[in-house]
């Protein structure tokens, strides 16, 4: 009987709970249709239009300037946008938008407004959406795409690749150097920044650091298979070759070449890279964090002591 009358109590308890938070919370946020939450515009019609013939193999950027396009909208109609709009964001690649790209982290709802930066080229920024009547400061480079009311939108012609052999390294080991070499910084396509390295021998050093004919033959890139955490490159290397990749540098982040693991390398102060040996190569970049392994095996660990103790309990 006591058991009966603190079942029917507990019911009645949460019954009024409910009840309460109905009444005060009906309208805060009212139930629609997910299409009126975050609908597809025009403009975004055409950038999906646009990207629908892109191949699997070539991921690309986006960046939205001002409110059209604020900081993470871009996650929930799936393109990657260079801004970050998250107190957990990488510091080191936030610094580097703040110091070449002028990009203002302490706005919350932060604004791209440097449209000459070649910083963009690297980030693999292919696409910018931009407010209406919006002017981009180089046609030749900027095609636009749609004019409309609720925007614009530009192809950007010198956008690099996720992944990209440069021809030129250059090694500064001290700080405040370093900086200035990144905030002066304009030819990605061709030069990578370094502010450490470790060689695996003498002749990475040589073919890294000395310099050579300008007619020498470079190394060439291919993305083989292409995804958020895994990418496979094909590389064709004449001889030690430094990848360049804007994928900011995070733990977690592992390069293996025709099979066996090498230590990537920091380039351009935040992003990641590495070094490819003489001939053709098939190198594999994938995210398996230990943190995640981590929490996966405490999570099994925590399945199989629950269950444990159901099974004695029984």
Known sequence: ????????????LMIAVIAELWLVGRGWNPVVPTRWMYPETPMLAKLREV???????????????GPVFFPNTSALY?????RAHDPMA????????RVVGNYDTSDYFAKWNDFNTRLLDF?????VLTPPKA???????????????????????DALPRFFAVRNVILEFRDEHFAQLLRSHTDYAHTALLEQLAVENDQMRLDFLAPRA???PEARTEIIEASPTSY?????APRYSLVASSIPWWPGWKVSRNGARIDPIRVNGAFLGFAVPQGELDVKVWYDPWSFRLGSILAALTVLALVGIGIRKG
């Open 1 to 12: 009987e006591g058991a009966r009358r603190s079942n029917v109590s507990g019911l009645a």
């Open 78 to 82: 799936g393109y990657e946008d260079i």
């Open 232 to 236: 496979r490159i094909h590389v064709v």
């Open 51 to 65: 990207t629908a013939t892109q191949a699997k193999n070539e991921p690309f950027r986006i960046v939205g300037a």
């Open 123 to 127: 980030l693999n920024v292919k696409y």
């Open 214 to 216: 300008p007619d020498a």
């Open 135 to 157: 002017e981009l400061p180089d046609p030749a480079r900027y095609e636009m795409l749609y004019d409309g009311r609720d925007g614009r939108l530009f192809a950007n012609r």
């Open 90 to 97: 990488n510091g080191r690649y936030l610094g580097v938008l």
